[in-house]
């Protein structure tokens, strides 16, 4: 069973301070990674994807990945209260179509 | 350019009856998944389909079926529906790796 693991939170930061939301999986074949958000009520939306390991930046956001200790993390910089928002992780294994999702950290952006 | 529609948006059905959603992908999206979300969790995969084949599915029982038509479009019935199917049902389409979710159809079973 591939797993995607999550603290579910609610991570609670500062406006202006850097949000660090990590994700673990348990697959050492996965190869794609991926950060969605997703507002109350809402569906999920792409933010980032990485497949190599170090970072990718976009943005206020940036994505790490470790391939060696099997995490990835988001790092959001400068956060605002409209980034108030559950982020969900990712990852896609070699061999499947789809990516596994974990259940999601919770974040607030208190101003 | 549309992105993911799905209609309808919100469903309200009685325990046993039947159900279909429906999606229409991206412009250029030749792939559709579908996943069930429960609240407080991440999407759940049901199947993919591509080609009008369904390509891959996940740990879902056979009530749950689709289709995907020639202009990439695509169904999900849901038969003898339960209490516990009541969720959002989101619909993805990519191109590759990316996927992109429609707004999803909230279905409530009575």
């Known amino acids: 069973q591939k797993e995607v693991e999550q603290n579910s939170g609610p991570l609670s930061v500062p406006e202006g301070a850097i949000a660090s939301l990590n994700c673990t999986y348990s697959d050492r074949g996965s190869q794609s990674f991926f950060w969605y958000r997703q507002y109350s009520g809402k569906s999920p939306e792409l933010i980032m994807f990485?497949?190599?390991?170090g970072d990718k930046e976009d943005g206020r956001f940036t994505a790490q990945l470790n391939k060696a200790s099997q995490y990835v993390s988001l790092l959001i910089r400068d956060s605002q209260p409209s980034d108030s928002a559950t982020y969900l992780c990712a990852v896609r294994s070699g061999g499947s179509y789809i990516p596994t999702f974990g259940r999601g950290t919770s974040l607030i952006v208190h101003p | 350019d549309a992105g993911v529609t799905q209609s309808p948006t919100h469903l309200i059905k009685t325990r046993g009856q039947q159900v279909t959603l429906r999606c229409s992908p991206k412009s250029g999206h030749d792939t559709v998944s579908w996943y069930q979300q429960a609240l407080g969790q991440g999407p759940q995969f049901i199947f993919q389909y591509y080609e009008e084949e369904e390509r891959q599915r996940g740990n879902f029982p056979d009530r749950f079926s689709g289709h995907q038509f020639p202009n990439y479009s695509s169904e999900l019935n849901v038969n003898a529906l339960l209490l516990g199917d009541s969720a959002l049902y989101l619909c993805?389409?990519?191109?590759?790796?990316?996927?992109?979710f429609g707004p999803g159809t909230r279905l409530t079973v009575l």
């Open positions: 990485i497949y190599s390991n």
């Open positions: 993805a389409s990519s191109q590759g790796d990316e996927q992109f």
